[in-house]
């Protein structure tokens, strides 16, 4: 779905701001019903580090991303490290280890594809059970991508990804506004936030996230190039949580883009989607371009011609990113 324009520009005028009144009753509900479900439950302890790559809004943040660079540090470093995800938008309930030679979006979702191309990751919707399959596959430390609100695994570090230009957006619960829960409700049950910023000189403004008087750790990172953008005029087009930033992002490295065009988080493309963006790039002169993310949702027959432009995520401090690993794997060796 794409987020209704209210829940990041109140100021629109006054039918956002009725809109996002209107569904407070809403939100009310939703928040009460997952404070609940946080409060009674009793996490599962399993024999292997747990570390929780999550956020307190609906989109994306830059979670996967984070996830991908804490395996490939943790694999660097000799540890066994695999992943967790629901696998959304696949139809597999799993637990099943996903295999880039024989799995789709369709299967598994996208980002346990793109998760894939760093370490095995688990796909099922019982993340005590895709933890459990990890561990008989000699995992040492899981890492969920995604799963603040999910109370089923104890977790031994749980990690916020904030996006530091739509932070909290309104700042209301789902549906009133694009949070899962509310912004203290969510940092008080988290180890360290990361902050992913437009780029390697954009300075946050700490205090209006309220991350200023944490008592946690907030490091910063941001989304590099991990290849130069397509030469010549391009299309850019993205169907994730906020296309804009992938635009930005292509625009500041280089990238001629003459055209957009942005769809839901999570789209599925059709062939009617692919037929009208290549009619338009071939009328504009283009080559299309779109993120890695995308690609791996489009039928592998329909890719030629469309070039995925990869990112990775970098860290200002990765020697606290990597102690922070370190942490998890210590408190579980604790509890053992």
């Given at each position: 779905?794409?987020?209704p324009?209210?829940?990041?520009?109140?100021?629109?005028?006054?039918?956002?701001?009725?809109?996002?009144a209107?569904?407070?009753?809403?939100?009310?509900?939703?928040?009460?019903?997952?404070?609940r479900?946080?409060?009674?439950?009793?996490?599962?302890?399993?024999?292997?580090?747990?570390?929780?790559?999550g956020?307190?809004?609906?989109?994306?943040?830059g979670?996967?991303?984070?996830?991908?660079?804490?395996?490939?540090?943790?694999?660097?470093?000799?540890?066994?490290?695999?992943?967790?995800?629901?696998?959304?938008?696949?139809?597999?309930?799993?637990?099943?280890?996903?295999?880039?030679s024989?799995?789709?979006?369709?299967?598994?979702?996208?980002?346990?594809?793109?998760i894939?191309?760093?370490?095995?990751?688990w796909i099922?919707?019982?993340?005590?059970?895709?933890?459990?399959?990890?561990?008989?596959?000699?995992?040492?430390?899981?890492i969920?991508?995604?799963?603040?609100?999910?109370?089923?695994?104890?977790?031994?570090?749980?990690?916020?990804?904030?996006?530091?230009?739509?932070?909290?957006?309104?700042?209301?619960?789902?549906?009133a506004?694009?949070?899962?829960?509310?912004?203290?409700?969510?940092?008080a049950?988290?180890?360290?936030?990361?902050?992913?910023?437009?780029?390697?000189?954009?300075?946050?403004?700490?205090?209006?996230?309220?991350?200023?008087?944490?008592?946690?750790?907030?490091?910063?990172?941001?989304?590099?190039?991990?290849?130069?953008?397509?030469?010549?005029?391009?299309?850019?087009f993205?169907?994730?949580?906020?296309?804009?930033?992938?635009?930005?992002?292509?625009?500041?490295?280089?990238?001629?883009?003459?055209?957009?065009?942005?769809?839901?988080?999570h789209?599925?493309?059709?062939?009617?989607?692919?037929?009208?963006?290549?009619?338009?790039a071939e009328?504009e002169?283009?080559?299309l371009?779109t993120t890695?993310?995308?690609?791996?949702?489009?039928?592998?027959?329909?890719?030629?011609?469309?070039?995925a432009?990869?990112?990775?995520?970098?860290?200002?401090?990765p020697?606290?990113i990597?102690?922070?690993?370190?942490?998890?794997?210590?408190?579980?060796?604790?509890?053992?």
């Amino acid at each position: 779905m794409k987020p209704p324009h209210f829940w990041y520009h109140e100021t629109v005028g006054f039918p956002g701001r009725l809109a996002a009144a209107a569904l407070r009753p809403l939100a009310a509900i939703y928040g009460m019903l997952s404070a609940r479900r946080l409060q009674n439950s009793k996490p599962v302890r399993v024999d292997a580090a747990v570390i929780c790559v999550g956020n307190l809004t609906l989109g994306g943040t830059g979670k996967t991303p984070v996830t991908m660079r804490l395996l490939e540090i943790a694999n660097d470093n000799a540890i066994n490290a695999q992943a967790l995800s629901r696998g959304y938008g696949g139809n597999v309930k799993g637990p099943l280890c996903v295999d880039l030679s024989r799995h789709t979006a369709k299967d598994v979702g996208d980002e346990p594809l793109m998760i894939a191309q760093a370490a095995p990751v688990w796909i099922c919707r019982n993340r005590v059970a895709s933890a459990e399959a990890a561990i008989l596959h000699r995992a040492e430390l899981v890492i969920m991508d995604d799963g603040h609100q999910n109370p089923q695994l104890h977790k031994d570090l749980s990690i916020v990804v904030v996006d530091a230009e739509a932070g909290w957006g309104n700042g209301r619960v789902f549906p009133a506004g694009p949070l899962r829960e509310s912004v203290a409700a969510g940092l008080a049950r988290a180890d360290a936030i990361i902050l992913v910023l437009a780029g390697p000189d954009h300075t946050p403004d700490f205090h209006s996230l309220g991350l200023d008087e944490l008592e946690i750790p907030v490091l910063t990172g941001w989304l590099e190039p991990a290849a130069a953008p397509p030469s010549g005029r391009l299309l850019a087009f993205a169907g994730i949580g906020r296309p804009e930033k992938f635009f930005h992002s292509l625009t500041a490295a280089g990238g001629d883009i003459v055209a957009t065009r942005s769809f839901p988080d999570h789209h599925d493309y059709s062939r009617a989607d692919l037929r009208r963006l290549r009619a338009l790039a071939e009328r504009e002169g283009a080559r299309l371009v779109t993120t890695e993310k995308d690609s791996v949702r489009i039928p592998a027959a329909e890719r030629d011609g469309i070039s995925a432009w990869p990112v990775r995520m970098a860290f200002t401090e990765p020697a606290r990113i990597a102690a922070l690993v370190q942490q998890a794997l210590d408190a579980a060796a604790a509890r053992r």
